[in-house]
């Protein structure tokens, strides 16, 4: 059974910083692109960053570049993503999400993923 769990959300001031992880089984990870997404009330779900756990390979959204940072330890079947310079409207829910295709093709399109987490809050307080 496929299984992506997510953890390290919470409440951070302006500026601050916050590290989620996402925990993979049931699957062969290195197989696969692992993308970030987030979803704020009222909003659509959009994606943050994905990264490919064969070539390492990354996408972000403008948003989030020069802030945010995904990486992985295929050891360990995780992801993460270092959120820093955190701003008011980076909160919402984060969600992990898992793809058998490229990278380099689903990119950040949610309909391109195959499994998603639970989800975890981060609340940025001005």
């Known amino acids: 059974e496929v299984q992506l769990v997510e953890t390290g959300g919470g409440l951070v001031q302006v500026g601050g910083s916050l590290r989620l992880s996402c925990a993979a089984s049931?699957?062969?990870?290195?197989?696969?692109?692992i993308g970030w997404f987030r979803q704020a009330p009222g909003k659509e779900r959009e994606g943050v960053s994905c990264?490919?756990?064969?070539?390492?390979?990354?996408y972000h959204a403008d948003s989030v570049k020069g802030r945010f940072t995904i990486s992985s330890d295929n050891a360990k079947n995780t992801v993460y993503l270092q959120m820093n310079s955190l701003k008011p409207e980076d909160t919402a829910v984060y969600y992990c999400?898992?793809?058998?295709?490229?990278?380099?093709?689903?990119?950040?399109?949610?309909?391109?993923?195959?499994?998603w987490g639970q989800g975890t809050q981060v609340t940025v307080s001005s």
């Open positions: 990264l490919s756990s064969s070539d390492g390979s990354t």
């Open positions: 049931g699957f062969t990870f290195d197989d696969y692109t």
């Open positions: 999400a898992a793809s058998y295709g490229s990278v380099h093709t689903i990119r950040l399109h949610t309909a391109g993923y195959d499994y």
